[in-house]
């Protein structure tokens, strides 16, 4: 018997060793030519009107385009439209590119402009919303001639283009709309068809997307031949796929494995992002849950005091979070974008911590011993997001303030906020430009206008708001930035919120790719790839 | 006519099961959160468009109205859309079988013979060092939470040593309009320590099954007296002993195999492995409750319908069982 | 009872495993009674934690005096002192949901068998019901339903564990339920309570009693499983379980202290409490007693 299963461990042995030697072997050999992509954007419809969301329009740019294009600036640049200009206060004309071709065949017109417009005005019914909000400011939209689009609008909107840096144009079929169930149905109904550089080839739901190259489009042969997006949800997944060589890149790289990545010969590529993660607190009602004094007794609320709220943003040690947490890919925040883009303030630095004159601060709003509160965050739903909380805790300890934090799955954390059950919280926004976010996040809120649909904590600063509206009414260019910088720098002095970081969006590229041009809004395209010469 | 009858208990037990479930299951995810905020972009939407969204979802009806809608809905078998993929939920808890029914059977495919023969081996040699090791060994195996072994798998398999890697599923192959792992190198080598984490515990339980059935067996007379007859030891064992202590098995496998697919929630999310199991996980966590509610009557169904086929075996080999209700 | 199981420790030949074993498993109780007096660091105080001390090797100096003996986690907090708290809470959470289940499973069973009828019925119709899933599934589903929290997962876990017990405890009881001395009992016109809690509960209990320790060694898996998948404990306590799972992300870039030494002490944990647990099982089964 013995020997027998000596033997039969000698089997089991071989059959392990082959396995290992298989995976020294490269995968199948891929044409030399494809470009296969693994991404955290699960890219849940092919209707680029259905939901503004990464996770959709990042993939979806490959295959539609947009009149305006956003650089890595932020600054915004000629797309399908080569210019466009305010004819008056409520009225803006763009010209459109010459000789553009749908994936069809059919030549881009100022009609099918319209088209697009209409369809997310009046057709489409997405239970997100979608982009309805970029045209209610739409009073009506005509073609003058075939390369001429004329907007008027119901009020000034001297930021429109930015709108229509985020709306795809599709063709306008022989009647109706397309629906998103066509759309959806891919080969099998109307397969997505747009101007971009890569063509449709098949799709399935949170899992994959091939996509093969427009030979005709407008701005010259786009790269590669053919595009495999691998939908891989799990962080871990996707750095296991780069470095095992099954993908050329991965977006969305957990920072605490870069090393690990780089070690392994994978190249890494980062960009701080157009976005912002801060504590907000409650600043309305009287009473907060969760807020007491040392001894368990629920106080009045504390964050209504600029003082307090001060204190608290002096006695928060960024430099943990950055460094430690986000293992140094982020950026200490003191305002709404990274600085450097457009409308940020050059003077708004973030603070080291300094924990003897943040507890003097607090003493002079009268507590000298502190208080207790109950921080609240999402868990997973942002890089850092869930220890940032416990860090925090461990910072505002040091004035005497305790912290009990609570984090839990990003859903669950927004009903809760939304009842009411938070008096401070962490969160995050994105957007196309410092205006929109100081727009959501800090002017005070009206159900009416859509002002402050961020602003969870009813923070109202009629002096901010009256700043933001002068400078909201600039043209686009350096006088509307500076305005949109001396606003926040007029806020932030208020501290209604405490920003925290900007984290980075890092994406891992293995030898087929030459270099990757990373873009703040986080996208993942073929476009920004090189591909390596042989 | 009792066989009908036990069937017909069967069934009903099973139903009962499923309306129990799919209640507490309904209740549960609607009392957790409001799913609307992973539906819009927070990070822009107005309180409108929550609103609508809301309403699209038909979140904003009472809990009975719902569930009633939902139960509605499933008798004409539609679990309804997932929040979060548009996509019909059966269907997509279809679409992530293959993955976990290929992890399962490979993670048996080990466990049976190797758990099986161990067993054999420990009983037929009672008492001796080899199976008082095997015997600590098997319950230090049970021991193991599911995840901490999946875990030092990883830390040995795929950090320490580079052999295997840490997760994901590699490339698939189509087969049956499916896509599978299996038939791809690559694949295969991915799928190594996830179906270890799934079989460690189950060559233990096996073993444990099979030492105490031969030990039993080797002290009955027919035994004794094929020894007498000068059978060698290796006959005794592989073509008396082992189909004795067959019935019990089989019996462990068929449960085990149902099981795995509860366990597949922990190895699947360690693995990153994209099957059931995960889904269930990342579903509970993004409140998709048609997607929670079709993944769990779909592994509640599997694994009554795994006892019963199991029951049903145990009565047609072992003449000696005879159903009850 | 407790007589019984103490002679019955005594009674066995120890093997070295068992023998280490039960040391094992007595140094784990000693260490989490005297956990605050003994550990380093308290890691539910933020005062006591240096962030910038996160993610340090085994062995590091840092300041407040500590020595990292086996390193700190991504957010500054000793490893060993996490093991100890921990430690508490993962015996607390399973012994006293095993106890409880055991109490609520031997009471539903007993009764199920005194009462007969659609009391059994309904009773067992449950039991069946819950032992026709998975545990871990029953588990998970009642964690979600009751949301986060200790007081929540020991619920969870009763829920999980009670129908075992029930079932065993109605076994026996319905063998006993038919011995003289419960028909004197009734003769002499006890009320029913005196007689389920004074004579059926207690004659009944042994069997159900065996499985107490192996049920432990079940909760404290369950437990660790349920915080591993974010379910359970707050995150500012982590139980052995949640301190392993604090530490999976870590364990690909490397940092492999974060959870591999909480998982040695779980490891350690449950299979001290099963080895005995087994041993206890043995040596009270009367069919073992000839052997």
Redesign the interface.
Known sequence: MQIQSRFCSHRLAALLISLTFWSGLPGPVHAQEELRIATSYKLMTLDPHYANLNENTSLLSHIYERLVYQDDRLDLQPGLAVSWRAVSDRQWQFKLRENVRFHDGSPLTADDVVYTIERIRDFLKSPSGGFRSYVTGIESVSAPDPLTVVIDTNGNIPNLPLSFSSIFVMNRPAQGFQTTEELNAGRAGHPPVGTGPYTFESWSSGEVLKLARNDDYWGGRPGWPQVTFRVIESPAARVAALSTGEVDLADAIPARDVASLKQRGARIASVGAARINFLQFDVERDRLPGVTDKSGEPIANPFKDALVRRALAMATDRGILVDKILSGYGTAAAQVFPVGLPGTSETLQPEAPKYDEAKALLAKAGFPDGFNLLLAGPAGRYPGDGESLQAIAQSWARIGVKVQPAAAPFSVFNTKRAAGDYAVWYGGASGEAVDIILHALLASPDPESGNGALNFGHYRNQAFDAMLARAESIQEGPERNRALAEATEFVMADQPIIPLYHFHHIVGYGPRVASYAMHPRGWTTAMQTLAATE | MPLISVVLGRLS??F??LI??SL??F???H???????????????????IH??TI??GLDQPIWRQYLAFIGNVVSGNFGTSY????PAFE?VMSKLPATLELASIAMLIAAPLGT?LGL?AG?RSGTLFD?TMV?AS??A???????LA??L??VGA?LTG?????????TASFLGQEWSFL???G??HM?LPALALAIPNIALIARLSRSGTIEVENLDFTRFCRAKGLS??RI?LRHTLPNISVPIVTIIGLQF??ML??A??VE??F?WPGVGKLL??S????DRPVVMAT?TF??VA??AL?ALVDLFYAVLDPRVRLSS | MKAQIVSALKRRRHGPVLTASKLLLASYILVAIAAPLIAPQNPYDPLQIYGWEASSPPGTRGSGGYLYLLGTDGLGRDIVSTILYGLRISLVVSIVSSALAALIGLTAGVSAAYFGKWVDIAIMRLVDLQLSLPTILIALIAIVTLGPGIDRIILALIIAQWATYARIARGVALSEANKPYMDAARLMRLPTSRIIFRHLLPNSIAPAVTLIPIEVGHAVALEATLSFLGLGVPIDKPSLGSAVANGFQYLLTGQYWISLFPGLALFGLIASINLVGEDVRRSLDPRNHSL
């Open positions: 037990q099973a009962l099961l129990a479930m507490i299951g209740i549960g995810v009392s957790v959160g409001n799913p609307v905020f992973n539906v819009v972009n927070i990070e822009t939407a107005t309180p409108e468009d609508a969204a699209a979802l979060i993929y548009h996509l997509l023969g081996l037929r008082r600590k319950v230090s049970l021991s193991i939470p599911s995840f901490w875990m030092m990883i830390l950090i052999w295997f890697p840490s997760g994901g599923r590699g490339l791809t190198g690559n295969l080598w190594v030891s290796r064992l149902g099981g509860a366990f929630v922990v999310t360690i990153s996980i990342d509970i966590q993004l409140l769990l592994i509640a694994f009554v006892n």
